[in-house]
């Protein structure tokens, strides 16, 4: 496993994290959702992304006993804050409130003293993003968060809240996590060249479309049984990408990837760590061998001439619109 900084930031991260969104909690038992995090673990993966939303907190809970015992100086832990835990009208959002207290809430579900990065899952657009900066710096101070981030935030969003903090001298951004794959590039235009400029490392989520660039979702035929596409919780998420000119385009990465020695997954991986203002790309699983699989993505280098294969393989079916880059308008 290779290593990079979050950002600008003294912490590294492992270039692979596992995330356990739809997966702990939800899709997978227990037991399964343990096998994935050990087998993460022994790939070298020490970067583990969840959220209090997940499983409606449940998915925190999982990851808490996952990780028990295992030496906290040698994981990196992020969470977030935005979606709601409750039904109450602070359960919600980027204020003081419920930012504090959310915190509280995964601190004991993860069984830690601290975490690693706070992300604010989208952009409040209810809640004065001073408030939400100098609150995310005091739980910094207070040493209960040791950097912070967003996710799927604009690239005006970013350098707003980047002016706020050095204007006020609060603690920076130092990470965003937008969707990020061969399919979805939609930070490209105007969030990554921000970010490098300013040192702000994207943590990508989704880099095998949930699934979609294994190859595993064949056009005009049902999904497979146990994937993403089958389970109550997940298939909502991943239809939108099940669109048969997708997946019979999606099919001709098989040669390149099977050229290169690599799996479909891997392919894909290996494509988002091309990008040098990518972090780490956060992998799901629901079940260990395909932890094993996709960490060997780690390392492996695409030359040009492979990346413009997949492109004109591709064609039109890749969105690079940054206008899509959207939180609600309203706190759900
Ligand atoms: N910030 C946000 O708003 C946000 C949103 C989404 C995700 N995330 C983060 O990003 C993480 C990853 O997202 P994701 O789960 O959508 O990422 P992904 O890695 O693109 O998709 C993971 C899913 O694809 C299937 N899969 C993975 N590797 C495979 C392999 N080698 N062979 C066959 N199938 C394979 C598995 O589903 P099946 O086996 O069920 O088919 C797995 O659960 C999340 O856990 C979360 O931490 C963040």
Known sequence: MEFRHLGRSGLMVSEISYGNWITHGSQVEEDAAKQCVRAALDEGITTFDTAD????TKAEEVLGRALAGVRRE?????TKVYWPTGQGPNDRGLSRKHITESLHGSLRRLQTDYVDLYQAHRFDYETPLEE?????DDLVRQGKVLYVGVSEWTAEQIGRALKIADEMGFDR?????PQYSMLWRVIEAEVVPLSEKEGVGQIVFSPIAQGVLTGKYLPGQPPPAGSRATDPAGSGFISRMLDDDVL???QRLGPIAADLGLSMAQLAVAWVLQNPNVSSAIVGASRPEQVRDNVRASGVKLDAEVLKKIDDVLGPVVERDPAKTVSPERRP
């Open 74 to 78: 040698s994981l990196e832990i992020f």
């Open 53 to 56: 939303v997940y499983a409606g």
């Open 248 to 250: 019979t385009r999606v």
């Open 173 to 177: 951004l130092v990470s965003n996590q």
């Open 132 to 136: 939400t900066l100098k609150t995310f």
